[in-house]
């Protein structure tokens, strides 16, 4: 998958809200060789590449200084608008090995949840990764169908991997797994002990009461 997006360096002493007013997102790239880099983005174009990308897809960056091979590390997004405001990208170096959580996709139908009445329960929703950027998945798909019994677990260890990526999350954790309802236990109705003894102890007494002659 080639993503690429295009970008322009910026003053940093440029003023973000004007930028963003003209439809632009601001942001910088940086890596473990690459000196900080302020730069600016079109907003469109950025929110596509962000939706097919994520944070674990290689972007292409298009640069007037030449092509940055980098992965989107952090977007702060306006709590109210919702919109980006500003985006972190970490650059690459050739043949640097990187960590990243890749989301997983959950699809296919369990048998347990269909006929069983169990519950799917979700335990995670992204896991580690280490690899060469190039071999890095955009998610993994996790098939349900697995879980055929109420016991049935899947296990981060069960996760295919791409050649050239390993696991770095626990191989022992759990991704997902089925739940069962408790019945709630039914409790006895209280009973007023002091009420029973008032009706018997009258109906001794009115049977003590001699008959009329």
């Known amino acids: 998958m080639n993503i690429t997006l295009k970008g322009e360096t910026r003053d940093p002493k440029s003023k973000l809200a004007a930028l963003r007013a003209e439809g632009f997102v601001p942001g910088v790239y940086y890596g473990h ?6 730069c600016v983005f079109p ?10 990308a994520g944070e674990s897809t290689v972007v292409t960056l298009e640069m007037p200084k030449g092509k940055v091979s980098a992965l989107i590390h952090e977007v702060q997004v306006d709590p109210v608008k919702g ?3 500003h985006v972190d990208f970490y650059a690459l170096e050739k043949g640097q090995e990187v960590s990243v959580h ?11 949840v269909k006929d069983l009445g169990g519950s799917l329960v979700k335990v995670l929703h992204e896991v580690e990764v280490k690899g060469q950027p190039e071999n890095l998945p955009h ?3 996790i ?11 899947i296990l981060a260890e069960s996760i295919i991997l791409p050649k050239g990526i390993t696991l770095v999350t626990h191989g022992a954790d759990v991704v997902a797994a089925i739940a069962v309802a408790k019945d709630e236990p039914i409790e006895a109705p209280v009973m007023d ?9 009258g109906k001794k007494e009115e049977e003590e ?3 009329a002659e």
């Open 33 to 38: 060789k690459e000196v900080a880099t302020p």
């Open 43 to 52: 907003m469109v174009a950025f929110k596509k590449v962000w939706k097919s």
């Open 139 to 141: 998610n993994f798909v």
């Open 83 to 85: 919109q980006p405001i």
């Open 143 to 153: 098939d349900i169908s697995a879980l055929e019994t109420l016991e049935s677990q």
């Open 193 to 201: 002990l002091s009420a029973i003894e008032v009706e018997k102890k």
């Open 102 to 112: 890749i989301p997983l996709e959950f699809t296919g139908v369990s048998v347990a």
């Open 209 to 211: 009461v001699p008959a």
